[in-house]
T-cell receptor, first 115, second 115 residues
Framework: AQTVTQSQPEMSVQEAETVTLSCTYDTSESDYYLFWYKQPPSRQMILVIR??????QNATENRFSVNFQKAAKSFSLKISDSQLGDAAMYFCAYRIISGTYKYIFGTGTRLKVLA | NAGVMQNPRHLVRRRGQEARLRCSPM?????VYWYRQLPEEGLKFMVYLQKENIIDESGMPKERFSAEFPKEGPSILRIQQVVRGDSAAYFC?????????????FGPGTRLTVL
């Protein structure tokens, strides 16, 4: 069975600094997708970034980038130039590439941004 | 282009009552997923539906929970005889097709409180 692990329940970062959130997963599949979602206090799930497992190049979206290590089954999120609006829960998610495509989520990391 | 709509946003029920949660997918989307988020946890898959069909209900509790997605109208998640342990945020996500490349788009969630 696939699992997603986020070992950091909470992280803090100073405004304008860089922070990295960790995520590891376990799967026997070779093709899959990985996602980072942001959940602010409003509880809306907002897609931050997505990575296809068959792509070796790490995905980047403005200040957000990932470090995808397929052999190590690691998928960390780096947030550069942190802003107060980045404060939220961040969830790592895995989606199988066959079957019903349901997401499997980690337990989340709460990010605090200090002014 | 409206996103995924869920209503109500907040629902309060007493133990033993029924809860009905509605989800209107994005325009053009015919696939709906329901997830549950217990306090301080990640989202857990419940059920995947296409119009008039349940495709995967492996995450649904065996009793009291049911879901439908009729040909016309929103998808409904129904919880009968609610108990305190049903208190959670329930999220709906939609996608246009059942393919591996489609991202799921989440609604704002319904927070159910059982007194």
């Amino acid at each position: 069975a696939q699992t997603v692990t986020q070992s950091q329940p909470e992280m803090s970062v100073q405004e304008a600094e860089t922070v990295t959130l960790s995520c590891t997963y376990d799967t026997s599949e070779s093709d899959y997708y990985l996602f980072w979602y942001k959940q602010p206090p409003s509880r809306q799930m907002i897609l931050v970034i997505r990575q296809e497992a068959y792509k070796q190049q790490n995905a980047t979206e403005n200040r957000f980038s990932v470090n995808f290590q397929k052999a190590a089954k690691s998928f960390s999120l780096k947030i550069s130039d942190s802003q107060l609006g980045d404060a939220a829960m961040y969830f790592c998610a895995y989606r199988i590439i066959s079957g019903t495509y349901k997401y499997i989520f980690g337990t989340g990391t709460r990010l605090k941004v200090l002014a | 282009n409206a996103g995924v709509m869920q209503n109500p946003r907040h629902l309060v029920r007493r133990r033993g009552q029924e809860a009905r949660l509605r989800c209107s997918p994005m325009k053009g989307h015919s696939h709906v997923y329901w997830y549950r988020q217990l306090p301080e946890e990640g989202l857990k898959f419940m059920v995947y539906l296409q119009k008039e069909n349940i495709i995967d209900e492996s995450g649904m509790p065996k009793e009291r929970f049911s879901a439908e997605f009729p040909k016309e109208g929103p998808s409904i998640l129904r919880i009968q005889q609610v108990v305190r342990g049903d208190s959670a945020a329930y999220f709906c996500a939609s996608s246009p097709r059942r393919t591996s490349t489609d991202t799921q788009y989440f609604g704002p969630g319904t927070r159910l409180t059982v007194l």
